[in-house]
């Protein structure tokens, strides 16, 4: 049974949205918790909060469910976001600034190298970053990445391509560097 037909089946039975929670709900928690470590638990909650009281608004001819509950997943944090830099006192950003690089360098396999990493990520547009993290660590195809993001899929593919190209090419200039003997930094 797919996922469509589990949401469709949750309309009836609500308890059947439980299969949703069990089957994707590591991958959205993972997603949050690359995000905002600190909130993901919570932020977890008002995602199912949420999905589940929006499940009847699913619309299969848009996309599988897992694209749809990381769309529902990006809406509750770019909110909780909000609220964070109101009471900050500061203007609302986008996500990228708020995640956790400490995180992401202590998972990194080539710990010398995430520098340059984090550099060519922070040096990508906010667009194309958030396109390329969902693509990589959420593990969604470009078209989910689209109907997360509400773009078109073939800008979801461009935006996703740049992004490619410009952290190859940064990881590329380091190699060169590095086997020059000369120190990026």
Do not use: C, K
Request: charged share 25%; proline share 4%; aromatic share 6%.
């Amino acid at each position: 049974m797919s996922d469509g037909d589990v949401v469709a089946r949750s309309l009836q039975d609500p308890l059947a949205f439980e299969e949703l929670v069990t089957s994707l709900g590591p991958r959205v928690h993972a997603y949050l918790a690359r995000r905002v470590p600190h909130h993901a638990d919570d932020l977890l909650s008002e995602v199912w909060l949420e999905a589940f009281g929006s499940r009847g608004q699913y619309d299969e001819g848009r996309g599988e469910v897992a694209g749809w509950l990381f769309g529902v997943a990006r809406h509750v944090l770019m909110r909780h976001l909000r609220r964070v830099e109101r009471s900050r006192g500061a203007a609302p950003d986008d996500a990228t600034q708020h995640e956790d690089w400490d995180a992401v360098d202590r998972r990194l396999d080539a710990s010398g190298l995430a520098p340059v990493l984090r550099a060519a990520l922070a040096a990508l547009s906010a667009e194309e970053r958030e396109v390329l993290l969902l693509v990589a660590w959420e593990q969604l195809s470009p078209t989910e990445a689209a109907a997360v993001l509400g773009i078109p899929a073939g800008t979801a593919r461009s935006r996703l391509h740049r992004a490619r190209a410009r952290i190859t090419d940064a990881w590329n200039t380091t190699a060169v560097t590095t086997a020059r003997g000369e120190h990026h930094s």
